[in-house]
């Protein structure tokens, strides 16, 4: 992975975990947090692809 896809990803993380610290509770929040928590393993196991996929679905989740 380059520093650019890196650095993208990181921010990806980053904006994603903000607008759950900032959401209500409730299901939504939950549902974000568990695609979160799995963007995050993604990111780990040096699956980007997965990473952002993840942090979108958090984010739909919350935009729901």
Known sequence: MDNKQ????QQKLKSTKEAIDKAEDGQ???????HYQSAQQAQSADKNDE???ECDAAMSQLNA
């Open 51 to 53: 990473c952002m996929k």
């Open 28 to 34: 939504k929040k939950q549902s974000a947090q568990k």
């Open 6 to 9: 890196s650095d993208q990803m």
